[in-house]
């Protein structure tokens, strides 16, 4: 006998939550204060998490007696959110407290220590979620444990950052919370007066560089770190501030570098640990040299500057080791024309987590793994009925040699559907062939992983299978290109030009105020409107979109609309190294996106390499069709040859950039009108600079932007046929249109019905 009780226990404007009981383990309020959320702005002194309440039940090890609460989201807009948790921890917690994060559709499942880190957020990932409220999208707690006694306790859950509510005068920020300063945080995650307002209130910025530090120590305190104070039990084990205010260098022509920042000398030299303080003189040491090291061996010179010993709060105030990276300077263009290029940031970033990891690894005695870089040339291929096979090559760091992976995940996405949580391949098997479904769209992303972690996803791929059909399009992503803005720099002028080019970073960025307004090198110094570097604030607060890596499957979600075509997918690194044969294939989707050899960016790109000009030269002369999508098809082909090329094969001739006065998003043809990102944005990464693309007869337009300019060419030759955009595909941003619009070109493309 199941006695089942479902009844909502709390609801928001956003969130409904509900309990469910099996046998005797009922939910009941716990003694503990909880997490409670108010409309309008939280004041000084105002704790939310001591606001509410919270609840508790004994555990259980047997599924018929089960009880759960489910927190159950009402998504205003689809897309990816974070998810945090909070509970209180009493005396009796578990270790092992059963969260499950439902999102579109799949289950991830958690075991949290509850023993430790109560009454404040606890991240546990960030998820793709469907809009509206539904049972694919929320989060699980159960009492099952492995132990036989104990409690589990249930507070709050928040689904993504959030904007700013905290009021300091009389105004909140009117920022996204994860721009605004660590004080304002350290409020909302319910950290004591004394923790985040050390200024008494006077001094936010002093509170900002305190708040953190303090933090750090109430969180820690209790554990094995900080045994001998007060705080949540997080056994946090160093803390590491990292600035970019290494200085200047007066000449203006060279690069500031690294330096690093210890305290030892204070507080009596000991930290709440017992240890010296010069292990903070460690990490710091052990920072300076890997990081100025890694950058010189990868980017040139790169000065290996001072290590300071004084007094710093974030490397004074905290109760275990500390230290303070100035990884650059940002007074310094030089640095930041290298800070702001989105590989140096990863290879900086990696370089900083290698130093980490050989200090902690030093402190306790261990060896130490680095994680693995991330997979190329991967491909997806239909390998016969009911099959694909996803192919890959492994990445090697020449730097680490314990980088080497033992394994792979391939984590596999079906429709509309998030990804799951993959399927580990073993040893230096580098493919793994999967069963699907007819009509059902199969993305997929690897990942390398050994024991010190797992790497950051290849860009994904997609298959398809239609049942009966007889032409298989193969989709080539060509879209790698990461870099900073637009670089200025001659005799007169200096800075980052986003209305020239915005560069392109990895996924979201946050990082610009706005617009660079001065580039006078004369008005070097003066802090005014007219001064070099001065900005407007047009983009404050703003997240930029940028590449993310899954273009594929936009254009083989629309492919598979017209359910009479196969699909395979590659990295176009597949195919210029010959691991993927397209002769196979009756039509070629290439997709461009914002590549091109823009010539400041710190690694090559370029659209059309020497050997991807040769594969499309081959494959439309064995009559293959092609469509071709990209903003810098034409600029990025400068030389008479390369040129004659694009006349040759795509038939069109570049003639500028779309510089409609207006800058309007619409585009008509193919019997339809649409906008496409054009401007920067949340969203989807944007086409500032869509190029006009005139046809080379017998070729004809396809497409006009709203100034009436050439944006797409369509060429129905005898021999084979070809469609090129000046704009990327992706880009257009209504599904519905988008699909329509590809399945027009597939009729011309493959003479169908």
Same mark, same amino acid.
């Given at each position: 006998? $199941?006695?089942?009780?479902?009844?909502?226990?709390?609801?928001?404007?956003?969130?409904?939550?509900?309990?469910?009981?099996?046998?005797?383990?009922?939910?009941?309020?716990?003694?503990?204060?909880?997490?409670?959320?108010?409309?309008?702005?939280?004041?000084?002194?105002?704790?939310? #998490?001591? !606001?509410?309440?919270?609840?508790?039940?004994?555990?259980?090890?047997?599924?018929?007696?089960?009880?759960? &609460?489910?927190?159950?989201?009402?998504?205003?807009?689809?897309?990816?959110?974070?998810?945090?948790?909070?509970?209180?921890?009493?005396?009796?917690?578990?270790?092992?407290?059963?969260?499950?994060?439902?999102?579109?559709?799949?289950?991830?499942?958690?075991?949290?220590?509850?023993?430790?880190?109560?009454?404040?957020?606890?991240?546990?990932?960030?998820?793709?979620?469907?809009?509206?409220?539904?049972?694919?999208?929320?989060?699980?707690?159960?009492?099952?444990?492995?132990? /036989? /006694?104990?409690?589990?306790?249930?507070?709050?859950?928040?689904?993504?950052?959030?904007?700013?509510?905290?009021?300091?005068?009389?105004?909140?920020?009117?920022?996204?919370?994860?721009?605004?300063?660590?004080?304002?945080?350290?409020?909302?995650?319910?950290?004591?007066?004394?923790?985040?307002?050390?200024?008494?209130?006077?001094?936010?910025?002093?509170?900002?560089?305190?708040?953190?530090?303090?933090?750090?120590?109430?969180?820690?305190?209790?554990?094995?770190?900080?045994?001998?104070?007060?705080?949540?039990?997080?056994?946090?084990?160093?803390? %590491?501030?990292?600035?970019?205010?290494?200085?200047?260098?007066?000449?203006?022509?060279?690069?500031?570098?690294?330096?690093?920042?210890? @305290?030892?000398?204070?507080?009596?030299? =000991?930290?709440?640990?017992?240890?010296?303080?010069?292990?903070?003189?460690?990490?710091?040491?052990?920072?300076?040299?890997?990081?100025?090291?890694?950058?010189?061996?990868?980017?040139?010179?790169?000065?290996?500057?001072?290590?300071?010993?004084?007094?710093?709060?974030?490397?004074?105030?905290?109760? &275990?080791?500390?230290? &303070?990276?100035? @990884?650059? +300077?940002?007074?310094?263009?030089?640095?930041?024309?290298?800070?702001?290029?989105?590989?140096?940031?990863?290879?900086?970033?990696?370089?900083?987590?290698?130093?980490?990891?050989?200090?902690?690894?030093?402190? /306790?005695?261990?060896?130490?793994?680095?994680?693995?870089?991330?997979?190329?040339?991967?491909?997806?291929?239909?390998?016969?009925?009911?099959?694909?096979?996803?192919?890959?090559?492994?990445?090697?760091?020449?730097?680490?040699?314990?980088?080497?992976?033992?394994?792979?995940?391939?984590?596999?996405?079906?429709?509309?559907?998030?990804?799951?949580?993959?399927?580990?391949?073993?040893?230096?098997?580098?493919?793994?062939?999967?069963?699907?479904?007819?009509?059902?769209?199969?993305?997929?992303?690897?990942?390398?992983?050994?024991?010190?972690?797992?790497?950051?996803?290849?860009?994904?791929?997609?298959?398809?299978? +239609?049942?009966?059909?007889?032409?298989?399009?193969?989709?080539?992503?060509?879209?790698?290109?990461?870099?900073?803005?637009?670089?200025?720099?001659?005799?007169?002028?200096?800075?980052?030009?986003?209305?020239?080019?915005?560069?392109?970073?990895?996924?979201?960025?946050?990082?610009?105020?706005?617009? !660079?307004?001065?580039?006078?090198?004369?008005?070097?110094?003066?802090?005014?409107?007219?001064?070099?570097? #001065?900005?407007?604030?047009? %983009?404050?607060?703003? #997240?930029?979109?940028?590449?993310?890596?899954?273009?594929?499957?936009?254009?083989?979600?629309? &492919?598979?609309?017209?359910?009479?075509?196969?699909?395979?997918?590659?990295?176009?690194?597949?195919?210029?190294?010959?691991?993927?044969?397209?002769?196979?294939?009756?039509?070629?989707?290439?997709?461009?996106?914002?590549?091109?050899?823009?010539?400041?960016?710190?690694? !090559?790109? !370029?659209?059309?390499?020497?050997?991807?000009?040769?594969?499309?030269?081959?494959?439309?002369?064995?009559?293959?069709?092609?469509?071709?999508?990209?903003?810098?098809?034409?600029?990025?082909?400068?030389?008479?040859?390369?040129? $004659?090329?694009?006349?040759?094969?795509?038939?069109?001739?570049?003639?500028?950039?779309?510089?409609?006065?207006?800058?309007?998003?619409? =585009?008509?043809? %193919?019997?339809?009108?649409?906008?496409?990102?054009?401007?920067?944005?949340?969203?989807?990464?944007?086409?500032?600079?869509?190029?006009?693309?005139?046809?080379?007869?017998?070729?004809?337009?396809?497409?006009?932007?709203?100034?009436?300019?050439?944006?797409?060419?369509?060429?129905?030759?005898?021999?084979?046929?070809?469609?090129?955009?000046? #704009?990327?595909?992706?880009?257009?941003?209504?599904?519905?249109?988008?699909?329509?619009?590809?399945?027009?070109?597939?009729?011309?493309?493959?003479?169908?019905?």
């Amino acid at each position: 006998h $199941r006695d089942l009780h479902s009844c909502p226990t709390r609801r928001s404007s956003d969130l409904e939550i509900y309990q469910d009981t099996r046998g005797q383990h009922r939910w009941h309020h716990a003694d503990s204060a909880g997490f409670a959320f108010h409309p309008g702005v939280y004041v000084d002194h105002e704790n939310p #998490f001591e !606001q509410g309440t919270s609840r508790q039940t004994e555990v259980t090890n047997n599924p018929e007696s089960e009880s759960t &609460i489910i927190w159950r989201p009402a998504i205003t807009e689809a897309g990816r959110y974070a998810v945090y948790v909070s509970y209180q921890t009493v005396e009796n917690s578990i270790d092992d407290a059963h969260y499950t994060v439902w999102h579109q559709g799949v289950s991830t499942e958690f075991r949290v220590n509850q023993q430790m880190g109560g009454r404040t957020w606890v991240y546990l990932g960030t998820f793709d979620f469907d809009a509206g409220s539904s049972a694919r999208n929320c989060v699980i707690l159960s009492n099952q444990s492995r132990h /036989h /006694h104990g409690v589990v306790t249930a507070d709050a859950v928040r689904f993504g950052g959030g904007m700013g509510n905290i009021r300091r005068g009389y105004t909140t920020s009117g920022l996204p919370r994860a721009l605004e300063g660590s004080r304002y945080y350290a409020q909302w995650a319910g950290m004591p007066y004394s923790v985040y307002s050390t200024k008494n209130g006077e001094d936010d910025y002093g509170d900002d560089i305190n708040a953190r530090s303090y933090m750090a120590n109430l969180l820690g305190g209790g554990s094995v770190y900080m045994p001998d104070t007060t705080g949540r039990g997080v056994p946090l084990e160093l803390s %590491l501030a990292i600035h970019s205010d290494a200085g200047y260098t007066r000449d203006g022509q060279t690069h500031t570098g690294t330096l690093s920042i210890c @305290t030892t000398y204070l507080n009596d030299s =000991i930290l709440y640990s017992g240890l010296s303080r010069l292990v903070s003189r460690d990490l710091a040491d052990e920072l300076l040299v890997s990081v100025s090291n890694d950058m010189a061996k990868h980017y040139g010179s790169w000065p290996t500057r001072e290590l300071y010993d004084r007094n710093y709060s974030e490397s004074r105030c905290p109760g &275990i080791p500390s230290a &303070i990276l100035e @990884t650059m +300077s940002h007074q310094n263009f030089w640095d930041m024309r290298y800070g702001q290029d989105p590989n140096f940031r990863f290879d900086m970033a990696r370089s900083i987590y290698k130093a980490i990891l050989r200090y902690v690894s030093r402190m /306790h005695h261990t060896r130490y793994v680095v994680s693995p870089l991330a997979p190329t040339h991967v491909r997806a291929e239909l390998t016969g009925t009911g099959q694909v096979k996803v192919s890959w090559k492994s990445t090697k760091d020449a730097d680490e040699s314990t980088a080497e992976p033992t394994g792979y995940i391939v984590y596999t996405a079906i429709g509309k559907n998030g990804f799951d949580n993959g399927t580990y391949v073993k040893g230096k098997n580098t493919s793994l062939t999967i069963d699907i479904e007819p009509e059902l769209l199969y993305s997929f992303k690897v990942t390398a992983v050994n024991d010190g972690g797992e790497s950051f996803p290849t860009e994904v791929v997609s298959a398809y299978e +239609s049942p009966g059909a007889q032409k298989t399009i193969l989709i080539v992503n060509g879209f790698h290109r990461l870099a900073s803005p637009a670089v200025r720099n001659n005799s007169a002028e200096q800075g980052f030009d986003l209305e020239m080019d915005a560069g392109v970073t990895y996924g979201r960025t946050a990082g610009w105020l706005g617009y !660079q307004i001065s580039f006078d090198k004369t008005q070097m110094g003066k802090e005014t409107r007219s001064g070099l570097g #001065f900005t407007n604030d047009s %983009l404050m607060g703003q #997240f930029i979109a940028g590449n993310d890596f899954n273009y594929v499957r936009t254009h083989a979600e629309a &492919i598979a609309t017209a359910k009479r075509y196969n699909i395979a997918s590659c990295s176009s690194e597949a195919l210029e190294t010959n691991d993927i044969h397209p002769t196979q294939y009756q039509m070629m989707d290439l997709i461009l996106g914002l590549e091109k050899n823009d010539g400041w960016a710190l690694r !090559q790109y !370029q659209a059309f390499s020497p050997m991807m000009r040769q594969h499309l030269k081959l494959f439309t002369s064995r009559g293959g069709a092609l469509l071709v999508s990209g903003s810098y098809i034409g600029s990025d082909m400068n030389m008479p040859a390369e040129r $004659r090329y694009l006349e040759d094969i795509l038939k069109i001739s570049y003639e500028g950039v779309n510089t409609d006065s207006l800058r309007r998003d619409t =585009i008509e043809g %193919l019997g339809k009108t649409f906008e496409f990102y054009r401007h920067l944005n949340e969203t989807h990464y944007a086409a500032t600079n869509p190029e006009v693309l005139q046809p080379v007869a017998p070729a004809y337009p396809a497409m006009v932007y709203a100034d009436g300019y050439s944006a797409s060419v369509a060429y129905d030759g005898k021999d084979y046929k070809a469609m090129t955009m000046g #704009f990327p595909f992706e880009c257009i941003k209504d599904e519905q249109k988008r699909c329509s619009l590809m399945r027009g070109i597939l009729r011309f493309l493959l003479q169908t019905n």
